[in-house]
């Protein structure tokens, strides 16, 4: 019954998603008749820039955040330990980490040039970069900081979605003076935002099963079984809807 439940709320915020964009591009027409005044419609097609930002939020936090694995330890050929473990750690860590830092900047770098006059964003160098990826790491390893980390995130997300939002309908060029145009070499800013959202929202869970309980203090990760695949598989339909939503509103 729970399982039927969500999968009948999925189904219907990822159609509310398929037509949320064409009524808000009829809010922007009834907006553009009077673009010089603020009006009833004007408002309303500001405030609808946020209703995707705050689905991805609460479906995020509610289903890609919160892992359960089962596990299976008895059989020595279904596990992963020694320097394999410790490469894949490493790795999916301190990448985990980068995204996240480099993410973060992206929000402060669209601050700095969007409301502040005057002052350039300065690039963080190799040291200041290693401290906050070495700080995002150490909150990654505890369970509470890494559930705090990642609606940290999400709430970034939400921010640079309404900051983009505005950048739109101001018809606010964005040059190569903010950080997020290096990224893919995209013109679609809201998908430069998915992209990334979307590489934290499959490392976190990568990092998640790694972390899974005491999977880290004993030094044996049971393999991934079929079942685990799933979420990888919900995380890429949820975030090709709104790939779509953002396509269709362009």
Same mark, same amino acid.
């Given at each position: 019954?729970?399982?039927?439940?969500?999968?009948?709320?999925?189904?219907?915020?990822?159609?509310?998603?398929?037509?949320?964009?064409?009524?808000?591009?009829?809010?922007?027409?009834?907006?553009?008749?009077?673009?010089?005044?603020?009006?009833?419609?004007?408002?309303?097609?500001?405030?609808?820039?946020?209703?995707?930002?705050?689905?991805?939020?609460?479906?995020?936090?509610?289903?890609?955040?919160?892992?359960?694995?089962?596990?299976?330890?008895?059989?020595?050929?279904?596990?992963?330990?020694? %320097?394999?473990?410790?490469?894949?750690?490493?790795?999916?860590?301190?990448?985990?980490?980068?995204?996240?830092?480099?993410?973060?900047?992206?929000?402060?770098?669209?601050?700095?040039?969007?409301?502040?006059?005057?002052?350039?964003?300065?690039?963080?160098?190799?040291?200041?970069?290693?401290?906050?990826?070495?700080?995002?790491?150490?909150?990654?390893?505890?369970?509470?900081?890494?559930?705090?980390?990642?609606?940290?995130?999400?709430?970034?997300?939400?921010?640079?979605?309404?900051?983009?939002?505005?950048?739109?309908?101001?018809?606010?060029?964005?040059?190569?003076?903010?950080?997020?145009?290096?990224?893919?070499?995209?013109?679609?800013?809201?998908?430069?935002?998915?992209?990334?959202?979307?590489?934290?929202?499959?490392?976190?869970?990568?990092?998640?099963?790694?972390?899974?309980?005491?999977?880290?203090?004993?030094?044996?990760?049971?393999?991934?079984? %079929?079942?685990?695949?799933?979420?990888?598989?919900?995380?890429?339909?949820?975030?090709?809807?709104?790939?779509?939503?953002?396509?269709?509103?362009?």
């Amino acid at each position: 019954m729970i399982i039927k439940n969500n999968t009948t709320k999925l189904l219907f915020t990822l159609s509310f998603l398929l037509i949320l964009p064409f009524v808000q591009k009829q809010w922007f027409n009834l907006y553009s008749l009077n673009i010089n005044d603020i009006s009833f419609y004007s408002i309303l097609y500001y405030l609808s820039g946020a209703i995707c930002p705050f689905l991805v939020y609460i479906n995020s936090l509610k289903n890609y955040t919160y892992y359960n694995f089962t596990q299976d330890k008895i059989h020595s050929t279904k596990i992963i330990k020694g %320097k394999r473990l410790l490469f894949l750690v490493a790795i999916n860590l301190i990448f985990l980490s980068y995204l996240i830092a480099d993410y973060i900047y992206i929000n402060y770098d669209l601050i700095i040039n969007l409301f502040i006059e005057g002052i350039n964003a300065p690039q963080p160098d190799i040291p200041q970069l290693s401290f906050f990826i070495l700080l995002i790491s150490i909150l990654l390893i505890f369970k509470r900081s890494r559930f705090l980390l990642k609606k940290i995130i999400l709430v970034n997300f939400i921010l640079i979605s309404l900051y983009l939002w505005h950048l739109q309908i101001k018809n606010i060029s964005v040059d190569d003076q903010f950080h997020i145009y290096r990224y893919f070499g995209l013109n679609d800013l809201n998908l430069i935002n998915l992209f990334i959202l979307v590489a934290i929202e499959i490392s976190f869970y990568t990092w998640s099963f790694l972390s899974y309980k005491t999977n880290l203090s004993d030094w044996i990760v049971p393999r991934p079984q %079929k079942v685990d695949v799933i979420p990888f598989l919900k995380i890429f339909i949820f975030y090709v809807f709104i790939i779509i939503y953002y396509s269709i509103l362009t």
